[in-house]
């Protein structure tokens, strides 16, 4: 724990006093967003101190060029951005001529910034002395519509306190902005309009090279002590900026409200010509509703969000607000409704990372979108994929594979791999595991196949001709080898034989084979498609399965466990926990060398595998890998707790899940990494969610039934979760005495509960 200002609150999200060293990272924790945009907490008004400015459209990307000291051969050519889009939600705020900014004012008191999750919106209020002794208080609100995703809303209400006032308020959209993360310092944004119509402003602009074109746009209705004002603004239009001025004469104590209706048009869903026009129909919705109802829509939306994702933990806040906060962001980042979008590690809370996708959807998200949402959603992410496959083949052939080969890309906006560091894009090549992983997951889950033959079978082949050909033999070993690669723990690059990808190559393969037999069994129309379209001869299946059956495990025979590579006990094998503090976090303390000669972990590597597959190994190898692999992670990545939370409860240690879980549900909360100023980690919430759904409530899908083995940490009274099983609405709550089941809906549902059979009807309580 690195911080520990955020007040505990079972629903919020509170900081309570201004300090001008954390705005940083407030604006990370209070981030807001609806899956279509989001933007960093950024105050409304004008702030001349430290802060990182963001917002962002979903889908809105620039190819930085890629910037080494020395080029090698098939480097991706850029690595892709998020780029920080035009603002909209300034209002400059100017009290008797001196400018409201809460670094330079003489005194701010009472200050109190909320993230309501329950109903979704962020809220400000503060007491502020200016340079001119002139005292206001100031209430602000704002939320991005969940309903009207292109819309956001603002209320900012100023009271004078101490005198009578000129208060003058400027809404203002500014595309002069520029994005923290760049290579090059390239203007990633050129202004083709700045235009106004009556009390509306926009401004068209679209990306360079990618040629996006977005429209920032805004309209403000002004009230003093709640009373409508018709006030015409006084307007400045620049280059990249419009200013719209109201002024108006306060009395001591009297009220002045702007309500500021704006957002983002792009031509991802209109046409580049009419982004002006749909801006205006954004905005007649906007007042025709109203501030209030807009928020009364989005309460609305948010509840029925909770009522199917939400998280009870009774007699501990901490862990509550932990839990709710990354549900919170997962569902502010991605609702499921796009399938051109996908997960991006930091979501819309800063530009860390880059590109939108990683195989953290596969390995982490798609559990937690599968079994709180529609199971639509999960396949939509899996579609993601298939859409990509011909690029993923592309990226294949410019490293020299062949014959449709597919590597999907460490990180990507397009399927194409644009990712900045050689070890990672070139040896980090697990990631073509967890998209087969991730098929395999889905049907076991849902019971619906029907993604293989259409489409998912097709990926499977071509990931399959990638390890076939990746894989290399080995003449001392007589056995199949995997060289030069770096596993899930980056802290170790260029290592030959890593466990993980070893055991999912040969897992990939085998599984590939079992569903060719299956859907040339089951569809054989599909079955003579695909074998047509990929030229799959029987002869290219049997070098597959040759390499799969004679693939190579490192072992140590003294240790008895799977070595995460070769010359792993080569290492000077210090546990973790021997390590000072004052070199914590290493990657942020050590030299690269010195972190690729030690043996600290990153994050579960061969543990990862044990995650994946843990039904193919007994509990006493858990427990011994487990046993010999935690001391020396040093969870330096945000996906790390989780997993090892996971298999801490399946080994009945609870006191570690706990610890473990109270890591990943508030390592951004706590910051327990020093990093959250640059912005959230939303894929590893998924991974949170995980820890209490399949670590706590040990939920698995065995033998296509569900099962559950119920722990619960003593520091906790009660927690409660859903699932949406096979479109089964199951609410499961556990407590020191028993486990309790309901069910939605009109069929009856057969559990496993501590590998007991369990009927569970509908609207009817069972207790286990």
């Known amino acids: 724990m690195n911080q520990d200002y955020i007040k505990p609150d079972n629903w919020s999200i509170i900081e309570e006093g201004f300090d001008a060293n954390r705005v940083k990272s407030s604006e990370s924790l209070f981030s807001i967003g609806n899956g279509a945009m989001g933007q960093r907490a950024n105050f409304e008004e004008h702030y001349s101190g430290p802060s990182f400015q963001g917002s962002y459209v979903a889908g809105v990307y620039y190819p930085d060029k890629t910037r080494v000291g020395w080029w090698k051969n098939g480097y991706p050519e850029y690595f892709a951005k998020v780029l920080n889009a035009p603002n909209w939600i300034g209002i400059n705020i100017i009290i008797n001529g001196e400018t409201l900014d809460l670094y330079s004012c003489k005194k701010v008191a009472h200050f109190?910034?909320?993230?309501?999750?329950?109903?979704?919106?962020?809220?400000?209020?503060?007491?502020?002395?200016?340079?001119?002794?002139?005292?206001?208080?100031?209430?602000?609100?704002?939320?991005?519509?969940?309903?009207?995703?292109?819309?956001?809303?603002?209320?900012?209400?100023?009271r004078p306190l101490n005198t009578d006032a000129t208060v003058v308020m400027e809404p203002y959209l500014d595309a002069g902005i520029s994005n923290e993360d760049t290579n090059w310092e390239d203007q990633f944004w050129q202004i083709l309009k700045v235009d106004q119509k009556d009390k509306q402003g926009f401004i068209v602009a679209k990306t360079m090279k990618t040629e996006f074109h977005v429209c920032p746009f805004m309209e403000s209705q002004l009230f003093a002590n709640n009373k409508p004002l018709d006030l015409l603004p006084k307007v400045d239009a620049t280059d990249t900026k419009l200013?719209?001025?109201?002024?108006?004469?306060?009395?001591?104590?009297?009220?002045?409200?702007?309500?500021?209706?704006?957002?983002?048009?792009?031509?991802?869903?209109?046409?580049?010509?009419?982004?002006?026009?749909a801006a205006q129909q954004v905005l007649g919705l906007a007042k025709a509703k109203g501030f209030q109802r807009l928020l009364e829509d989005q309460k609305r939306a948010w509840a029925d969000i909770w009522s199917k994702s939400d998280i009870t933990i009774d007699g501990?806040?901490?862990?509550?607000?932990?839990?709710?906060?990354?549900?919170?962001?997962?569902?502010?980042?991605?609702?499921g409704r796009d399938s051109r979008l996908n997960i991006g590690p930091k979501g819309f809370t800063g530009e860390k990372y880059g590109g939108?996708?990683?195989?953290?959807?596969?390995?982490?998200?798609?559990?937690f979108y599968m079994t709180t949402k529609d199971q639509?959603?999960?396949?939509?992410?899996?579609?993601?994929?298939?859409?990509?496959?011909?690029?993923?083949i592309e990226n294949a052939e410019k490293l020299g594979f062949a014959n449709g080969a597919a590597l999907y890309p460490m990180v990507t906006m397009n399927g194409e791999e644009c990712h900045n560091e050689w070890e990672i894009t070139f040896e980090e090549i697990h990631r073509n595991g967890a998209i087969a992983y991730a098929m395999y997951n889905y049907c076991r889950y849902t019971g619906d196949y029907s993604y293989i033959p259409e489409k998912g079978l097709e990926v499977l082949i071509a990931i399959?001709?990638?390890w076939q050909q990746r894989a290399s033999y080995s003449q001392p070993k007589k056995q199949y080898v995997i060289l030069g690669v770096t596993g899930p723990n980056e802290y170790e690059n260029n290592v030959n034989n890593n466990w993980y990808t070893n055991y999912l190559a040969q897992w990939c393969i085998n599984y590939t084979i079992e569903n060719i037999k299956k859907v040339e069994l089951e569809y054989p129309d599909d079955f003579i498609r695909i074998a047509e379209k990929v030229k799959l001869s029987k002869k290219e299946v049997a070098l597959w399965k040759a390499v799969a059956d004679n693939m190579y495990f490192p072992y140590s025979e003294k240790h008895k466990v799977y070595l995460q590579q070769d010359g792993f006990l080569d290492k000077e094998m210090i546990p973790a926990d021997q390590l000072p503090k004052s070199q914590r976090p290493?990657?942020?303390k050590w030299s690269w060398d010195r972190i690729l000669r030690s043996p600290y972990i990153k994050q579960a590597d061969t543990l990862q595998g044990f995650y994946f597959f843990e039904d193919r190994f007994s509990l006493e190898e858990l427990e011994r890998h487990f046993d010999f692999y935690e001391p020396f992670t040093v969870h330096e990545s945000s996906l790390s707790p989780c997993v090892h939370s996971i298999q801490a409860a399946k080994l009945g240690r609870l006191d570690q899940a706990y610890t473990l879980y109270l890591r990943t549900s508030r390592l951004d909360l706590d910051d327990y990494n020093h990093e959250v100023h640059e912005g959230l980690h939303i894929t590893s919430m998924a991974g949170t969610w995980m820890s209490i759904v399949e670590g706590f409530g040990g939920m698995r899908v065995k033998d296509d039934t569900l099962s559950f083995t119920p722990r619960i940490p003593k520091q906790w009274e009660a927690y409660s979760f859903k699932v949406n099983f096979r479109n089964h609405i199951l609410k499961v709550n556990v407590c020191h005495k028993d486990t309790t089941f309901e069910l939605e809906g009109d069929r009856p549902l057969q559990v496993l509960v501590n590998d007991t059979p369990v009927t569970v009807n509908p609207n009817s309580l069972v207790t286990v």
């Open 112 to 158: 109190r910034r909320e993230l309501h999750m329950k109903e979704g919106w962020l809220s400000r209020s503060f007491t502020a002395t200016l340079k001119n002794n002139t005292q206001v208080e100031v209430t602000t609100k704002r939320f991005l519509s969940l309903e009207a995703d292109e819309l956001g809303a603002i209320s900012y209400e100023v």
């Open 243 to 277: 200013v719209f001025s109201y002024t108006y004469n306060a009395k001591k104590g009297e009220s002045v409200t702007i309500h500021k209706f704006g957002g983002y048009t792009s031509d991802r869903n209109h046409k580049n010509t009419k982004l002006v026009w």
């Open 316 to 335: 501990d806040v901490t862990a509550q607000q932990g839990i709710r906060f990354n549900i919170f962001h997962l569902n502010q980042t991605y609702l």
């Open 356 to 367: 939108s996708t990683y195989w953290d959807t596969e390995a982490y998200c798609i559990p």
């Open 376 to 392: 639509n959603v999960a396949r939509t992410l899996l579609e993601y994929r298939y859409n990509h496959l011909d690029k993923a």
């Open 464 to 466: 399959s001709r990638f």
């Open 586 to 588: 290493i990657n942020q």
